[in-house]
């Protein structure tokens, strides 16, 4: 288990599901109720843990609070993907000046990502 674990509240936890399965290549590691409809879904995506809970209405509107930042080992080509799966692109991608290239997403549910990539040293 990670000792910080974002957990994403939704209304639309199938629709998250497969956009960070399909996405990220994220393994559900954890549900309960084991059967049925999940309130939790525990996903694995490399060596950390994101959690999706249902609810009802987990409310719109405020500003985002929390951003995930996700490696990955192409930005590139997992920004070409993003909105066949329902997320969107917001900018980028961009080779920053802390040695990282970086691409702004929202996953279907509108909560911003980014997705980033160590910039080999020359």
Known sequence: MSTIQPVILTAAQDVLLGF???LFGAEEIFRVPA???AFYLGLRIGD???GLVARENPGTGAPPRILLSIGV???DATLARVEALG???SGGPNDMP???RVAHIKDPDG???NLTQPIPAP
Do not use: A, I
């Open 20 to 22: 960070y399965t399909k």
């Open 35 to 37: 059967e049925g409809p």
């Open 48 to 50: 950390t843990e994101l």
């Open 73 to 75: 080992d192409d930005v």
């Open 87 to 89: 997320g969107s692109v």
């Open 98 to 100: 802390w040695g990282q």
């Open 111 to 113: 909560n911003p990502v």
